[in-house]
């Protein structure tokens, strides 16, 4: 990671394109070759009807950067919209996390008091371990993983930021 990202902004932005081989990595291509860093990468089908998929980025820089950034996005072909949900007004971002904790005895009590707080659920037990699933903001889960680091944290698979607008606009 560049020091110019370590303190740019974060940026959360919205690709809607057709759901076609080769997009994603255009999309991909684009970041890489110009050297801006992805911290998150989401993408799936969002319209069956019209063949279309949302990827969404989170990423970091200066104003100049980011709106490069868009331009370049707009400019691929079959993106049919960019919107930089950071910069377009409130928007919900959410990410899931599963996390595997290995514990036993004291930690595995306090591993179990501390998914209570977040609100996470375990969706597997074993004597020895648990797989808890946790939602919420990045900063959220990026909390939940640190708390159960000394407590036996072994796993963390994560999907990446989702995000949409609030209110009535719609991509």
Do not use: C
């Not at 919205?14 to 990468?41: C, H, K, M, Q, T």
């Not at 959410?94 to 996390?99: I, S, W």
């Not at 597997?124 to 889960?141: A, H, I, M, P, Q």
């Amino acid at each position: 990671m560049s020091e110019m990202s370590d303190i740019a902004p974060k940026h959360t932005i919205a690709v809607l394109v057709d759901n076609e081989p080769g997009v994603l990595a255009r999309v991909v291509g684009l970041f890489s070759g110009r050297g801006y860093n992805i911290e998150s990468l989401t993408v799936a089908e969002v319209d069956t009807r019209r063949d279309r998929s949302r990827i969404t980025i989170v990423t970091s820089g200066d104003e100049m950067i980011i709106n490069q950034i868009r331009a370049q996005l707009e400019r691929l072909v079959p993106v049919f919209n960019v919107v930089d949900l950071t910069d377009e007004g409130p928007s919900v971002e959410r990410e899931l996390a599963l996390v595997k904790v290995v514990a036993s005895g004291e930690n595995r009590i306090e591993a179990l008091r501390v998914a209570d707080i977040f609100r996470a659920r375990a969706v597997d037990s074993t004597l020895g371990s648990f797989v808890f699933e946790v939602t919420g903001d990045s900063n959220k889960v990026n909390a939940f993983i640190n708390l159960m680091d000394p407590l036996g944290l072994a796993e963390v698979s994560r999907t990446g930021v989702v995000a949409i607008a609030r209110g009535a606009d719609a991509m």
